[in-house]
């Protein structure tokens, strides 16, 4: 009893406790009744049956699994993957411009219409490089009539340089036959004057002779005015030979000048034949340049004319379109942009303690926002030469002041699979998950 009463106080006194916790009187006093009804009387907590049992034992296991899972799932992300939310899809921008200056008189496309390489996109007027063109033509058939009459006086200067040689040859060869035949007419005039001089002298003689005779009437006196005028008429022939003899000799001067004339004309024909021939080659020449410059000018005239239709240099999408109908456009002035889709990458801006197992040519999944979380495939193309910091407008200096370490990030470029994005979904700009095997 003693124990009784022990267990019943003790009981009581429990009782007791909970009542206060729970904050009401009536358990207390319900637990005191059981307990003076004595231990036999306490009931058991009702046995699981087996279905509940592996119904417990079912949610323990996969409880279990689920924990597994998810710490398997972290340590393969951890350890094999390197993942970054901030990368983007990027790729070639190709902006339009115009080569010439014109009117725009036709546009065929609208913004964000899908075009294809070699499309007419606009014209400008042609009108103007049409007679430019024309032009250029005339000018071009110009040149080439002066370069074939420059190339056809080549030949012909030749000759005639040739000829003016062999003429100035064959005019000394005949100056000099004249002053050899001078120089003969010299010595027969000479050989004259000798003779006369001789006939002179016997005139003089036979009248030196006749003088006395006459005075003595020896002879008479016609014979002795017959001596006289014999030796007036010698003396005559003397001087007219004489004359003679001058005059050859003025012959011989002149055919000599006249020789020197011919030699002096036949060596400058031989030294300017060269000349000449080598003045009109370089008239052909430069009829020829002229040629090629306005065969030049030709062909920029009709680029210029082809210039006036604009077209697509690549397949892919219009956007920020910025020609009408009718606006005039200078060279250089951008038209639109065209956005090829079949070319597109990833750029993903890793932390640089991310990079330590990240290599060129590992497998990359892709997800994609703003397709509901669609993957790609992908590998790593090249990692970037510097951080994104290192490369901006206003990189950091951390040679002076206070410095704080910021983790840097590295663009990593990351090439679609072959034939990723052959529905053509994906666009540059959007916002993707890339989670790199780097085991």
Do not use: C
């Not at 907590?45 to 799932?73: D, H, M, Q």
């Not at 490369?391 to 704080?404: I, R």
């Amino acid at each position: 009893m003693p124990d009784t009463d022990q267990q019943q106080n003790s009981n009581a006194q429990g009782g007791q406790g909970e009542g206060d916790a729970d904050g009401g009187g009536q358990n207390a006093s319900q637990n005191t009744g059981d307990a003076s009804g004595g231990a036999d009387t306490k009931p058991k907590p009702p046995e699981a049956t087996p279905a509940a049992k592996a119904r417990r034992n079912f949610l323990i296991v996969l409880a279990v699994l689920l924990f597994a899972g998810i710490a398997f799932f972290f340590y393969y992300r951890s350890t094999f993957t390197e993942g970054t939310d901030d990368a983007q899809v990027d790729g070639d921008l190709y902006p339009v411009s115009a080569r010439i200056a014109g009117s725009v008189v036709q546009v065929n496309v609208t913004e964000n219409q899908k075009v294809n390489k070699g499309d007419v996109i606009a014209i400008i007027d042609p009108a103007d490089f049409q007679t430019q063109l024309s032009q250029a033509q005339a000018q071009l058939a110009n040149s080439q009539a002066g370069f074939v009459q420059a190339d056809a006086n080549v030949p012909i200067t030749g000759v005639q340089t040739q000829t003016q040689v062999s003429t100035s040859g064959s005019d000394v060869q005949t100056a000099i036959a004249t002053v050899a035949q001078a120089s003969k007419s010299v010595g027969a005039a000479q050989a004259r004057v000798d003779q006369q001089k001789a006939n002179a002298l016997k005139a003089q003689l036979d009248v030196d002779r006749y003088t006395p005779l006459v005075a003595k009437d020896v002879i008479s006196k016609q014979q002795f005015d017959q001596a006289v005028a014999t030796a007036a008429a010698a003396n005559a022939a003397l001087l007219e030979a004489q004359q003679n003899v001058i005059g050859q000799q003025a012959q011989v001067q002149q055919a000599q000048s006249r020789l020197a004339s011919a030699r002096s004309d036949a060596e400058q024909a031989k030294r300017n034949a060269p000349k000449q021939i080598q003045v009109q080659q370089a008239r052909a020449t430069a009829a020829h340049a002229d040629v090629e410059q306005n065969r030049a000018k030709l062909k920029q005239a009709e680029l210029n004319l082809g210039y006036t239709r604009i077209i697509a240099p690549v397949t892919g999408i219009i956007n920020k379109k910025s020609i009408a109908v009718g606006g005039n456009v200078s060279i250089g002035q951008n038209l639109m942009t065209i956005i090829p889709l079949d070319n597109l990458w990833i750029t993903a801006n890793y932390k640089e303690t991310q990079l330590q197992h990240v290599r060129q040519g590992q497998e990359v999944d892709i997800k994609v926002d703003a397709l509901g979380g669609r993957k790609y495939k992908g590998n790593v193309y090249q990692i970037g030469g510097a951080t994104g910091s290192k490369l901006s407008l206003f990189p950091p200096e951390n040679a002076t002041g206070n410095y704080v370490k910021v983790v840097q990030r590295i663009p990593v470029r990351i090439n679609l699979a072959k034939d990723a994005n052959n529905d053509e979904l994906l666009r540059p700009g959007y916002s993707v998950d890339p989670e790199v095997h780097v085991k």
